[in-house]
């Protein structure tokens, strides 16, 4: 069990453009979460999944933003057309079902960091 | 909606002193509870938490928390700090019947030599 890990660690882009972040959580895990943190906060929900489906997304999250996991394992959140205001740290998380080894936590990745200049 | 009220964004303590991070919640039912530790640049990793079994929850690194529902407090503790503790500390809420966790704004503790 390697954990979850992210891809890329760290983006500086330019404004305007789009990035794409890639999270593969714990095998099993079938619960997948994307969240944001900024600067001196917590992080805050974006989005969701169980298996492939996407149960909930935040109702403050732009629609340049957008998450997929197709296939039930790996997942991806990109963000269109960025915004000085993306700025931030993006986290992902998993956690396993109930009777299948549910514990109740959430397991962290290190991060995704982007920096919109 | 379900709240999670972090009191303190900064907290200092001397080295050996006493640790006191204060959490309370909104809920009518009792969630699951959780404290996170984060380090810089790096992603949160669990010290503890409540799922419904024990009121008073021992964690990793000598950390504990008690869950009192008249208070819908989770305050966690330690009763000497060391210098390798300075770091965030979240505490966050699943309310039940439900697979979203909401997290506090942080406390930033510092340990002072």
């Known amino acids: 069990d390697t954990g979850v890990s992210q891809d890329p660690r760290h983006k500086i882009t330019k404004r305007g453009q789009n990035v794409t972040f890639r999270c593969d959580p714990i095998?099993?895990?079938?619960?997948l979460y994307w969240y944001r943190q900024t600067l001196g906060q917590g992080p805050e929900f974006l989005t969701y999944f169980q298996n492939e489906a996407q149960l909930e997304k935040s109702r403050l999250l732009s629609d340049r933003f957008s998450a997929e996991r197709p296939k039930g394992s790996f997942s991806t959140l990109e963000i269109q057309r960025t915004e000085q205001g993306d700025s931030a740290m993006y986290l992902c998380?998993?956690?396993?079902?109930?009777?299948?080894?549910?514990?109740?936590?959430?397991?962290f990745g290190e991060g995704s960091r982007l920096t919109v200049l | 909606a379900q709240s999670v009220t972090q009191l303190g964004s900064h907290v200092s303590v001397s080295e050996g002193a006493l640790v006191l991070l204060r959490c309370n919640y909104s809920s009518s039912v009792p969630p699951y509870l959780f404290w996170y530790v984060q380090y810089p640049n790096q992603g949160l990793q669990l010290l503890l938490k409540?799922?419904?079994?024990?009121?008073l929850v021992k964690g990793i690194n000598g950390f504990e928390a008690e869950f009192k529902k008249s208070e819908t407090s989770f305050h966690l503790t330690k009763p000497s700090a060391h210098m390798s503790d300075a770091a965030e500390y979240f505490c966050a809420v699943r309310p039940s019947g439900t697979y979203k966790y909401i997290f506090g704004t942080g406390t930033r503790l510092k340990v002072l030599a």
């Open positions: 409540y799922t419904s079994a024990a009121t």
């Open positions: 998380a998993s956690s396993a079902q109930p009777g299948q080894g549910d514990t109740g936590e959430l397991f």
């Open positions: 095998s099993e895990h079938n619960r």
